[in-house]
């Protein structure tokens, strides 16, 4: 029988051939740590000295999002006017 495989503390990156801008990562990917799934993002940067080197950015999966407030289709903008 094949053994699970344990992706704990562990991830891959994957050049990103959209990138169109100095801003986006020239390196994509994905890990887990502590059960938690993140996106990897990764720039390939050079040092006041000249020696090159990764910055790494981490995101959780799950990230929640600021959801805007629902209004009810009776409410118009003025209902929230206290006068």
Not at 15 to 27: A, G, W
Not at 45 to 69: C, N, Q, R, T, W
């Amino acid at each position: 029988m094949p053994q699970e495989f344990d992706n704990e503390l562990r991830g891959a990156l994957f050049k990103n051939d959209k990138r169109e801008t100095e801003d986006h990562p020239n390196y994509k990917g994905q890990c887990e740590i502590e059960g938690v799934e993140y996106w990897m993002d990764a720039w390939i940067k050079k040092s006041k000295a000249g020696v090159s080197y990764m910055s790494v950015s981490f995101k959780p999966k799950e990230a929640k999002k600021a959801a805007p407030p629902k209004r009810s289709s009776r409410q118009s903008a003025d209902d929230d006017v206290p006068f």
